[in-house]
């Protein structure tokens, strides 16, 4: 079956990017999302990318997608407080109705 | 103005209760979905509903029966709730577009069994 890794914590000094990663299985994964949690709060999407692209950027979100290793990352740059939240990668297949298969979640902390 | 919103924000029932979680959209999307996030934070799909359809049933226990009046509303009812029932349970719709189906999330219902 599908299975999304990724680390369960990053601690990152304000002002300093942030890399998330996470390695996914299914290679028929069509696109990979990237979630973010605040505390006592849903899932806000913040981007996804199309499994034939190997890079997307929006604003301070850059996102790489290395296909073959089945690897994708999110990198925020300039960190702030307001980054502090849990990050989730997700894939889906585009099989009809879509379902999402999460990561565990990484856990980004800011630090002064 | 909420796109997906879900009642109540919180519940907290007694072990053997029957109660029920309600989702709805006002995004006009025809899929909509129900996901457990547990205190690990782990997340994972339960059931998907198109066009009051059920298409995606994971190994759920048969004490979960979501309902669909509409493709608006996807509606939770959990028999008997048990202490593992504990969670965070997570809405979500979608509507496919140009071959790409988004996943918009609701706020979350936090249950606590005691």
């Known amino acids: 079956g599908e299975d999304v890794e990724q680390s369960l914590f990053l601690s990152v000094r304000e002002g300093d990017s942030s890399v998330i990663n996470c390695t996914y299985t299914?290679?028929?994964?069509?696109?990979l999302y990237w979630y973010k949690q605040e505390p006592g709060a849903g899932l806000q999407l913040l981007t996804y990318i199309f499994s034939n692209m190997d890079m997307k950027q929006d604003q301070r979100l850059t996102v790489l997608l290395n296909k073959k290793d089945k690897h994708l990352s999110l990198r925020i740059a300039d960190t702030q407080t307001g980054d502090s939240a849990i990050y989730f990668c997700?894939?889906?297949?585009?099989?009809?109705?879509?379902?999402?298969?999460f990561g565990t979640g990484t856990r980004l902390t800011i630090i002064p | 103005d909420t796109a997906v919103s879900q009642t109540p924000k919180y519940l907290v029932t007694q072990m053997g209760n029957d109660k029920s979680i309600k989702c709805e959209q006002n995004l006009g999307h025809d899929t909509m979905y129900w996901y457990k996030q547990d205190s690990k934070k782990f997340l994972k799909i339960m059931f998907s509903?198109?066009?009051?359809?059920?298409?995606i049933n994971e190994t759920v226990p048969n004490r979960f029966s979501p309902k669909s009046p509409d493709k608006a509303h996807l509606n939770l009812h959990i028999n008997s709730l048990e202490l593992g029932d504990s969670a965070v349970y997570f809405c979500?719709?979608?509507?496919?577009?140009?071959?790409?189906?988004?996943?918009?999330f609701g706020p979350g219902t936090r249950l606590l069994v005691l």
């Open positions: 997700a894939e889906g297949s585009n099989f009809g109705n879509e379902k999402l298969t």
């Open positions: 299914d290679s028929s994964s069509t696109y």
């Open positions: 979500a719709s979608s509507r496919r577009m140009l071959g790409q189906e988004t996943q918009y």
């Open positions: 509903y198109n066009n009051k359809e059920l298409i």
